[in-house]
């Protein structure tokens, strides 16, 4: 009985195995990256040598990249074209409350974990010894600023390549700050999300006039679609080159981590903590299916995003989870580019975090009022700056200088930063993965209804040229019948009378079907 279960699991294995072929592979790329990077520590190689490593990890980055800008701007486009434009805004409203929320629990829970553990004391502070980072202006203001600059750009072409910022800069001569409005190098995704939505939402409300251009546009989303899945056999690779050239990068990785071993923990089991606590209650309370089965469907996309700590480079293999997890594609193409701009939950738990240990390495004294002004400052500013690089540098700043804690120390954190920004980027990802979920489940009473209404008129549509087609063909009958009986005689043919009248009388056309030789026959029996 045993010798027969064995093949009978065996079969069962091989077939899962064929299922998941590249998860496997992909997760032993991650675990083989690790061990390499560890293994190769020990010769400490040099810059050249990491470059080569870093290489394969390199061009899957470019690759995934190269994905994001056409993969937004047809997956925008055709989610919302598929919608009417009342649903649009009423998505885009419950996607901006879920991701605030989010948002705002996860810094609640990185606030209660750092009081509880404490990770932060004086002594630390000894042994790291004082920070480096230079004196910044920045202010939360500027950021919702420039927010709403980056939102409503002045020329699409330029956003594809250029963001607006606000900057302070010292004049020739003086030692004040004046502030400058300018632009700086990346992608204005918020500006060209916006632009997309507003475009898609006008296209569906044009109806079949708009027909061609939104089957172009989807044609352009399943062409790159497949460009994805073909880079997606490159990521076990690129995956394992990446991990293992940021470990051989890192200098003193074992000392750093044992300084700043409590910091990691707090931050990562808060992370953690969130992602398979809080999401799955939240995916189940409002899905009510099983939250780690839907998890489960994102290791893929959850794998990617901890290698390249890019919820951007990680978006298109996430749009092939979400398509595996069964999830309206309306609501995902929706959802996932503004999540991968704006959601920023793991970042604000880590700023509320590394924010409080500083103050506590400074042996700051910290209330209830500090602590709110901690969670709602890195709630605010997470979601504020959504187009800012190195965004959480520029958080931190932001939230030291709410509660007077000396930003120097902020450069303490970097040695780890590596590691533990890729932690949070899983979260970030998971977040906009459970959100597009989420309001799917949310929308759903509104999307069946939007079904029916769009077969209705489909039905209506289908009638209306059913009945044309009919009358076409009737019209067509008709002639043809006008033809036939013109052809069998209804020509009438006039010829003169005795008394000098004109009598109209039919044509008769006498059809002879005797041959020759019946004619001579009948001549010879006469």
């Known amino acids: 009985m045993v010798s027969s279960s064995l093949p009978t699991c065996l079969t069962g294995l091989a077939s899962w195995l064929k299922e998941n072929l590249l998860l496997t592979l992909t997760f032993s790329g991650v675990l083989l990256g690790v061990l390499l990077g560890m293994f190769l520590r020990l010769y400490e190689l040099d810059q050249e040598t990491i470059d080569l490593v870093a290489y394969p990890g390199e061009l899957f980055m470019r690759l995934l990249k190269l994905m994001i800008l056409p993969l937004v701007i047809a997956s925008l486009i055709t989610g919302a074209a598929s919608l009417n434009a009342k649903m649009n805004g009423m998505i885009a409203l419950r996607t901006i409350v879920y991701f605030i929320t989010t948002s705002l629990l996860a810094a609640c829970v990185g606030l209660v974990l750092v009081i509880l553990v404490h990770p932060g ?97 989807k044609v352009i989303d399943e062409v790159i679609m497949k460009m994805v899945t073909t880079i997606m056999w490159v990521s076990p690779v690129g995956i394992g080159s990446v991990i293992c050239a940021k470990i051989l990068e890192v200098g003193e990785l074992s000392s750093v981590m044992s300084q700043l071993a409590l910091f990691i923990a707090t931050v990562c089991s808060g992370l953690f903590i969130y992602q398979f606590t809080f999401l799955q209650a939240i995916y189940f309370v409002f899905v009510r299916k099983n939250p780690y089965k839907f998890w489960w469907n994102l290791f893929q996309s959850w794998m990617t995003a901890f290698a390249t700590a890019s919820t951007a480079a990680a978006l298109p293999i996430t749009f092939r989870c979400m398509e595996k997890a069964r999830v309206d594609p309306r609501i995902s193409k929706f959802v996932l580019p503004i999540g991968a701009t704006v959601n920023m939950d793991g970042t604000a738990l880590f700023v509320t975090v590394a924010s409080i240990f500083i103050a506590q390495m400074n042996d700051i004294p910290l209330n209830a009022g500090s602590y709110a002004t901690v969670v709602l400052t890195s709630t605010a500013a997470s979601i504020a700056s959504a187009s800012v690089p190195s965004a959480a540098l520029v958080l931190m700043l932001i939230v030291l200088s709410a509660i007077d804690a000396p930003y120097q120390d902020v450069s303490l954190l970097w040695a780890i930063d590596w590691f533990v920004d890729r932690c949070r980027t899983t979260n970030n990802m998971l977040g906009d993965a459970y959100g597009a979920a989420v309001i799917e489940a949310l929308s759903r009473k509104e999307l069946e209804l939007m079904d029916q209404e769009n077969e209705a008129i489909e039905r209506k549509e289908l009638m209306k040229e059913e009945e044309e087609q009919s009358k076409f063909m009737q019209q067509n009958i008709e002639a043809k019948d006008s033809d036939v009986e013109s052809m069998i005689g209804m020509n009438k043919s006039p010829s003169n009378a005795s008394n000098g009248s004109r009598v109209a009388v039919h044509e008769v056309i006498i059809v002879e079907n005797s041959t020759d030789e019946e004619d001579e026959r009948a001549t010879g029996a006469i």
């Open 121 to 217: 004391n004086p002594e630390t502070k000894l042994s790291l010894g004082s920070g480096t980072t230079e004196e910044k202006k920045v202010s939360i203001l500027d950021n919702f600023l420039d927010l709403g600059r980056n939102t409503f750009p002045d020329n699409l072409f330029q956003a594809a390549f250029l963001t607006a910022g606000t900057k302070y800069e010292k004049e020739d001569g003086k030692g004040e700050l004046i502030k400058k409005v300018g632009t700086r190098n990346g992608t204005n995704t918020l500006g060209i999300i916006f632009f997309c939505l507003t475009f898609g939402t006008v296209l569906g409300s044009m109806g079949k006039k708009a027909a061609p251009v939104v089957d172009f546009f």
